[in-house]
């Protein structure tokens, strides 16, 4: 055999050499083309996100109907003289001429969106104050005994008043909108003014929804609104 055909018979058995250069970028391009499509992912994640949240935050209030019991708005507030989980009474009529006061009727013990309610006031309290509203307390008809250990198991600052045997309650009308009949407050919200009238209520608890929590914003925005009209 020839030196020419025999060169030419190794040429051709022998195997295609690959290009090192494209077995060496084939593995780098495809974890770009992975965290490329990743920061595209998230980016619509995100987007998403913040359209359904400006979209809920439009909505929400509407989601939050209540109603206004009596005394309403421009009445005079019955005087809340109660037992505190802080320690002594609160007196409301101490606050006449100083700042608004929020009172907070809620059902107590049997109801832990209740005290949600609190825990989550309490940490946007500053915002509340930032409206010029001074105290702010929550009532039930629970003995004090028992509302002060909830509030310290809680981690409560706010004080939360024993109207025990509903005086206090009744006087507010406050037991017409539970969803236990005449035995518990239900989820009302008064503001009373320095002038001792009060500026805006909305109780939550009745038909037909029992709301026993409002986020806050909403309720923010549904006071602000109410002060306003």
């Known amino acids: 055999m020839s030196g020419k055909s025999a060169r030419a018979k190794r040429k051709a058995a022998a ?17 770009r083309l992975v965290a490329t499509a990743a920061v595209v992912v998230v980016a619509a994640v995100v987007g998403l996100y913040f359209l359904s ?12 109907p209540y109603a206004v019991g009596s005394p309403g708005p421009g009445q005079l507030a ?8 802080s320690g002594g009474s609160f007196d409301l009529a101490s606050y006449r001429g100083k700042k608004p006061v929020l009172l907070y009727f809620q059902e107590g013990l049997t109801c832990q969106p209740c005290w949600d309610q609190v825990s989550a006031i309490q ?17 039930t008809t629970d003995p004090l005994g028992l509302i002060r250990q909830k509030a310290q198991d809680e981690g409560l600052t706010i004080p939360v008043l024993s109207d025990e045997g509903g005086r206090v309650s009744d006087s507010y009308d406050a037991r017409s909108y539970g969803m236990m009949g005449h035995d518990r407050d239900g989820h009302s ?31 923010l925005a549904q006071l602000q609104a109410g002060r306003k009209a």
């Open 123 to 139: 940490k946007e309290e500053p915002k509340l104050h930032a409206l010029g509203i001074g105290p702010i307390v929550s009532i």
């Open 78 to 85: 019955p005087d809340v003289k109660l037992p505190s989980t």
């Open 189 to 219: 919200f008064i503001l009373v003014g320095k002038n001792g009238k009060i500026l805006w209520r909305a109780d939550y608890g009745g038909a037909p929804k029992y709301t026993m929590f409002v986020p806050v914003a909403v309720l």
């Open 15 to 31: 195997p295609p050499i690959k290009s090192k250069t494209r077995a060496v970028q084939a593995p780098q391009r495809l974890p």
């Open 53 to 64: 949240s400006s979209h809920n935050s439009k909505s929400s209030a509407s989601a939050y």
